[in-house]
């Protein structure tokens, strides 16, 4: 009696556990977890309490109390934890299919235990208890893997052993080896009655911990969403704020194209007029023959030729403007004749500007790297700069050298003429100077594009003053090799 009391004594205590854990888990997840699958939890843990205690009081309380309704709490038990398992999975409560199924597995119970012996009710309580936990261990293991968590696989693991020990007692009493009784002091039922009372522990740990790891993997997805989202919100701004940009970049650039249209035209249609006037001038000493007329149409188609030559030299910086502000190729720079260069310029200037130019060479150079249509741009802009702001008796001196360190050609434009603006010798800005307007808008594009040719070379434009009066600008073109040979030392 001693050893059955004990059995029975432990069997209370798991029930016991099973109330207390229950009312422990709902204290801690009724505010943290939805409501429904909690409070069919804390209800079936309570339930599955209350049949184990009056399981275990057998002989203290009357036998329909100690079997019959102990055995359908324990069945009714496991049906709530089925339906909080499910509701936590995320599927049809199918409360009503599993109320029937316990209502027929109790009305079974029942018939048994009209029978005079023990044995029925014995061996169809442990086929339906068996059944009803795997069951309960089946979804949680589903629960487990759905969240994912470890301890639904562990509450799992746990009804798992429940029900082996149950099948085991099962398979012992039908073959005979231990009495078919619900209560013995046998160890098979011994065994029975440890593993409901880690069954009691684990089981409501199990799924207390099943539920926090669920409510942390939620707010982990949570904080991923919200991170990705602010991400996407960023990248979003940073594309609004850039387009905004390029539509800015676009006003402005067209803003600027049309106010260089405009300047360009201004800069076009007077020299132009200045040509026309020239030329009807010409006609009409032509058609009134006097003494000294033939000079003076020579003088004045003179006229007309250099206004010309103004026309020509805007063109060509205007299509070099647009050649270097759209260009982004690599600039094709061959080893070129320098004497070649400095024809081809004196060649494009007026008879009377071409015999005010001298050239004077400081070292024996024969030729250089550098793009001869460019360069020779570059160098006639220096000179008609030289000639438009010098003064009408202003002489020009082009002087080539080499210059050692780093290696370069450099080809200075010296006058002896007024001398510059003072904002003229003031270095260009950071972003590389005025706009082709501004350039034009101030004193042409005639600096404009000697800057962007040099910046094409990989070179500079350097502007000083050559006192006593004028100005001295250099093209410094880098140079990998320079070749030496002879060369006169002058050439006037």
Request: charged share 15%; proline share 5%.
């Amino acid at each position: 009696m001693v050893n059955l009391f004990t059995f029975q004594l432990v069997a209370l205590v798991s029930g016991v556990l099973y109330g207390l854990l229950a009312l422990t888990v709902w204290s801690l997840l009724h505010h943290r977890h939805h409501a429904l699958p909690v409070n069919l939890w804390t209800a079936g843990s309570l339930t599955m309490g209350t049949g184990v205690s009056l399981f275990a009081a057998r002989g203290l309380v009357p036998d329909w109390a100690s079997y019959g309704a102990a055995n359908n709490l324990m069945g009714l038990a496991m049906a709530l934890g089925i339906m909080a398992l499910r509701v936590d999975l995320g599927h049809p409560l199918r409360a009503g299919r599993l109320l029937l199924v316990w209502l027929l597995s109790s009305g079974g119970y029942w018939l048994c235990m009209q029978s005079p012996g023990e044995a029925p009710r014995v061996y169809y309580g442990s086929v339906m208890l068996i059944l009803g936990t795997l069951a309960f261990g089946w979804h949680a293991a589903a629960a487990g893997r759905h969240t994912p968590s470890r301890s639904g696989l562990v509450l799992a693991a746990v009804e798992g052993l429940l029900v082996a020990v149950l099948a085991l007692r099962l398979g012992l009493m039908l073959a005979g080896w231990a009495p078919a009784r619900g209560i013995s002091d046998t160890w098979d039922f011994a065994l029975v009655a440890c593993v409901t009372v880690v069954s009691s522990l684990y089981g409501n740990l199990a799924y207390l911990g099943m539920v926090l790891d669920r409510t942390r993997a939620i707010q982990q997805r949570a904080s991923e969403a919200q991170l990705a989202e602010s991400l996407r919100r960023e990248a979003a701004e940073q594309q609004a704020a850039a387009l905004r940009g390029l539509l800015a970049q676009r006003d402005q650039l067209a803003a600027e194209r049309q106010q260089l249209l405009q300047l360009l035209a201004h800069e076009i249609r007077q020299p132009l007029h200045n040509a026309s006037g020239a030329l009807q001038a010409a006609r009409s000493v032509l058609d009134a023959p006097q003494a000294g007329s033939n000079q003076r149409a020579s003088e004045r188609l003179q006229r007309a030729q250099v206004v010309l030559g103004d026309v020509r030299s805007v063109l060509d910086n205007t299509l070099a403007a647009a050649s270097l502000l759209s260009g982004g190729d690599a600039l094709y720079a061959p080893d070129t004749d320098i004497d070649f260069l400095i024809d081809l310029t004196l060649g494009d200037l007026p008879e009377a500007q071409r015999h005010r130019v001298s050239v004077v060479w400081r070292d024996q150079l024969r030729s250089a790297e550098f793009e001869i249509g460019l360069a020779r741009l570059a160098l006639r802009n220096l000179l008609r700069n030289a000639f438009s702001h010098g003064g009408p008796e202003v002489s020009v001196l082009i002087c080539v050298e080499e210059q050692p360190s780093p290696p370069a050609l450099v080809i200075s434009v010296i006058d002896d003429g007024v001398g510059p603006p003072p904002d003229l010798l003031q270095p260009p800005t950071a972003t590389g100077g005025p706009t082709p307007a501004q350039a034009l808008a101030q004193r042409g594009l005639g600096l404009y594009i000697v800057r962007q040719v040099m910046a094409r070379h990989g070179g500079t434009l350097e502007l000083s003053a050559n006192l006593p009066q004028g100005l001295v600008a250099r093209l410094v073109f880098p140079q990998a090799v320079v070749d030496v040979v002879d060369h006169p030392l002058q050439r006037a």
